[in-house]
């Protein structure tokens, strides 16, 4: 019994050595990942203040990363002539958000009744492939003509967008998923309905949160794009009227605020992943995400 008891304790102080040095060397590569982040902050950003200060590059043109600032500084505590950049910002995020979620809900519903039912598939194919094919901006100018300058015809390109990407990657998870394992429950007298809920969307989950994080990006660009081609308020405005008055820093000012924007729901997507799903054994793709 002592000497069960010796080996327990020794296998126990093993295991919590190796848990140790896992720490440790995490704790060291996620160092070395924040250190050549920062460090490749530094070179663009100091190498871009140095060529615009020594001319070689023109800061009438490429703006210049201390004015850059200014113009944060002064979009802050002056504001704008369309409003304090907090009004202008709310503005493009409920744009953006709402498209987001209209997008995605439409993307999942349809991509998964299109990729459930070929006969839909293969009837409406063309079509969705023929939509996808129109610019955007194209889409942009129609939606501002038939609906205004208001918030309605900028979230309703932000989702058009946004619907694409979610469509077919739902589109490509429900036809990954097994065939096998759908025959099976059907046999044991599944109904579509039960199918789809225990094995279609499941298999397509993977598939459609991982479209969210690029949907996101496409709902920011759509509303962007919606207030540069006409606006009242937004960032895309304030974009819009710094570069008809080649304004090159407030230009680069807003990208950067829609740039942190962005990193913070891509961070908040990326909560959500794990924990939707956490059932799913980590890959080494993702143990080794940015």
Known sequence: MTSMTISGAVAHERQSEVHISARRARARRSAWIWFGRILVAVIVIGGWQWFTSAGWVDKFFFGQPSAIWDSLVHLFTVGTAFGTIWENLGVTAQEAFLGFLLGTLAGVVVGILFGSNKYLATVFGPYIKA??????????????VAFGLGVFPKVLLAAVLVFF??????????READQNLIANVRVLGASPLQVARHVTIPSAMTWIIASLHTAF???????????????????????????????????????????????????????????????????????QAI
């Open 131 to 144: 939509l996808n094919s129109v610019p955007r901006i194209v889409l942009g100018s129609i939606f501002i």
């Open 217 to 287: 990006g496409f709902a920011i660009i759509g509303a962007l794009v919606g207030e540069v081609l006409g606006a009242q308020h937004g960032i895309g405005l304030i974009i819009s009227q710094a570069q008809g008055n080649f304004d090159p820093n407030t230009v680069f000012a807003a990208m950067v605020i829609m740039a942190v924007i962005t990193l913070g729901a891509e961070y908040l997507l990326t909560l959500l992943e794990r924990r939707l799903l956490k059932w799913r054994p980590p890959s080494r793709s993702e143990a």
């Open 165 to 174: 990407v979610v469509f077919f990657n739902a589109f490509q998870g429900v």
